[in-house]
Every structure is written in C-alpha cells, then in structure tokens.
C-alpha cells in the first residue's frame, strides 16, 4: 500500500519556522520526484517546491524562494520541507506528493500519490 504521510505542521508566530517532514512508503522512493503542495482556505492548491529523484535538482515558487528549502534523504524515504521566515499568507495545509520520472527529473505536474496534508498556521 502507497503512503506519504506528512508531520511538522502546527502554529508559529510570523517570521517563525517550521520544518515538515513526509515519509513514503509502499514504492520505490528513488524513481520518484517529490514536491510539497499547499492549499489555502478558498484558494486552489498550488505548488511550493518539488525536487528531483536524486535530489540533485529543486524548483521553488517565487513566493517561497529565499525562505523554503526542500531536499530528501532517500536512505529514510523521507522528503523534508525548511520553512523560515514564515509570514501569515503561507498558512494552509501541505501535502507531499510523488511523482515516477526518468532518473535525475524533476517535475511538479501529474502527481501519482499524494499525501494527506498537514495544517501549518502562521499567525500575525
């Protein structure tokens, strides 16, 4: 059975930081590109960062470049997501999700699994 199953989320005050974590299983973890996804109360989901199934590439939406690192640690199945410098318009929820590409893509588009989410709250 596939699972990715987010943690970390929770209520920081602006300018605080979170660190989310989400941890795969039930499918080969290297073939995978992986990408973090937010979806805000009323607004559509978008996508925050995804990086490559080696790890060796990394895309950021422009409203998180210089404050969002994502990497993975392939070795646990696990993808990590640094929020810094949180402000109150990232509160939402994130999921993870994985998508199978040739070795070394990156992609952020046509998901196979996704996550359930986690509810991060950055209060002003």
């Known amino acids: 059975e596939v699972q990715l199953v987010e943690s970390g989320g929770g209520l920081v005050q602006a300018g605080g930081s979170l660190r989310l974590s989400c941890a795969a299983s039930?499918?080969?973890?290297?073939?995978?590109?992986l990408g973090w996804f937010r979806q805000a109360p009323g607004k559509e989901r978008e996508a925050v960062s995804c990086?490559?199934?080696?790890?060796?590439?990394?895309y950021y939406t422009d409203f998180v470049k210089g404050r969002f690192t994502i990497s993975r640690d392939n070795a646990k199945n696990t993808v990590y997501l640094q929020m810094d410098s949180l402000k109150p318009e990232d509160t939402a929820v994130y999921s993870c999700a994985a998508a199978r590409v040739p070795r070394g893509w990156n992609t952020c588009f046509t998901m196979d699994y996704w996550g359930k989410g986690t509810l991060v709250t950055v209060s002003s």
């Open positions: 039930g499918f080969t973890f290297d073939d995978y590109a």
């Open positions: 990086i490559s199934s080696d790890g060796g590439d990394t």
